[in-house]
């Protein structure tokens, strides 16, 4: 997507009061029913999880995606219990997942839109990953991370999450996959808000398949970009690069970043890379970009930064999901300027997007 046909953005301040009233809408919902019943909505959130994430799986959005069906019909084309498939739409189209129609056939909704697979929208990626049964597994054994304080995969598996997926080739390939859904969601809100077009030589460590590099490489002709990744994942990342049509200048370093960063780049990147481990680790990682990143460089931290006081962010659960898959943590604005200065750099400013994640700069102190 280049820079002209890019989704036109509302500003971050609009969108933050925009939030700032659903947060109080929701709120004021709960409290206006007896405590039970709130608690119980909240609860049975399990329910309307697991359904989007079937219907999204089986592909009945895809399946709705040339015109209304009746719910026998979808069923012939998903290859599903016609009244099983019945009981999922009445019950989804209740959250306008779908939308009813007098004559019993429903119609997509923009919701539903992010559940197919090819929609500019589509969601369909992360949604697999999280009603993948190894993610329910992970959630299932909270009470052991909160009495542990280690992760549940540890647990389950027997062996850290990113050694796993390197084993479990299916949940590797649904996990990478989910991975790149946020990368996409997030590249717009990032590339709107901040210039990347002055630095002559990007790399992206723990760069994932790319998604997020090319597309930064696309708005930027004059970079160059290095994507540095474990073997398993960087083996995915040549087709998004192609298809970019970055590949002349882009390259794919594979190693590790407890060893070593590749060397001699401006700009440094990493997105969800210091959530996913505790401070020391955390601190490795930084501290080996340290000795890579040239003396007047720039590093970028993209993370969910979570706010002071008791208002609603996405990171608060984000924060959860790091305690299960990986021992690692969100942290607020002070944690970041504390941890970047433990390895030598010093934080200059934190750039705010539409999306959660934030961009925490810093370059070395
Ligand atoms: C949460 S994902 C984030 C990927 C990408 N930055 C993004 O935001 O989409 C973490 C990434 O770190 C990579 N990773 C994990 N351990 C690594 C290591 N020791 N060296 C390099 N990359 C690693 C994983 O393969 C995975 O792609």
């Not at 997507?1 to 925009?18: E, G, T, W």
């Not at 012939?76 to 129609?101: E, N």
């Not at 280690?150 to 991975?179: C, T, W, Y």
């Not at 010093?346 to 070395?364: S, Y």
Request: hydrophobic share 45%; charged share 20%; aromatic share 6%.
């Amino acid at each position: 997507m280049s820079r002209s046909d890019r989704p036109k953005l509302p500003p971050v301040r609009i969108v933050r009061i925009a939030e700032a009233v659903r947060a109080g809408i929701a709120n004021l919902n709960r409290r206006l029913v007896p405590a039970p019943v709130g608690v119980l909505e909240m609860a049975t959130g399990f329910a309307s999880a697991q359904a989007l994430f079937t219907a999204a799986r089986l592909g009945v959005a895809d399946a709705l995606a040339d015109g209304p069906l009746s719910p026998s019909d979808i069923a012939a084309r998903i290859g599903t219990d016609p009244d099983a498939t019945a009981r999922l739409l009445r019950y989804l189209a209740s959250f306008s997942v779908f939308g009813p129609l007098p004559d019993g056939r429903y119609e997509l909704t923009s919701m539903s839109e992010a559940l197919r697979t090819d929609s500019p929208t589509s969601v369909r990626p992360l949604l697999t990953m999280l009603g993948h049964p190894s993610y329910w597994a992970a959630w299932g054994q909270l009470e052991y991370s909160m009495q542990s304080g280690a992760p549940s995969i540890d647990k389950l598996h027997g062996r850290p999450l990113f050694e796993h997926l390197q084993k479990d080739v299916e949940f590797g390939a649904v996990f990478n996959a989910g991975m790149t859904c946020v990368a996409e969601m997030n590249t717009p809100p990032i590339l709107s808000a901040y210039d990347f077009t002055k630095f002559a030589t990007i790399v992206d460590v723990g760069g994932g398949q790319g998604s997020l590099l090319a597309s930064i490489l696309r708005d930027s002709p004059d970079s160059r970009g290095v994507l540095f990744e474990l073997e398993s994942v960087a083996r995915d990342a040549r087709p998004v690069i192609d298809e970019a049509g970055v590949a002349d200048r882009c390259s794919i370093e594979v190693g590790s970043f407890f060893e070593s960063v590749p060397t001699g780049a401006d700009l440094y990147l990493l997105m969800h890379i210091v959530h996913d481990w505790n401070d020391e680790k955390a601190l490795e990682i930084l501290q080996n970009v340290r000795a890579s990143i040239e003396p007047g460089g720039t590093l970028l931290v993209i993370e969910d930064v979570i706010p002071e006081g008791n208002r609603p962010h996405a990171g608060k659960m984000l924060d959860l999901d790091m305690l299960l898959f990986v021992g690692g943590k969100e942290r607020t604005a002070a944690e970041y300027r504390d941890l970047l200065g433990r390895a030598g750099f010093r934080l200059t400013r934190i750039v705010p997007t539409v999306a959660p994640a934030c961009l925490v700069e810093a370059v070395p102190a």
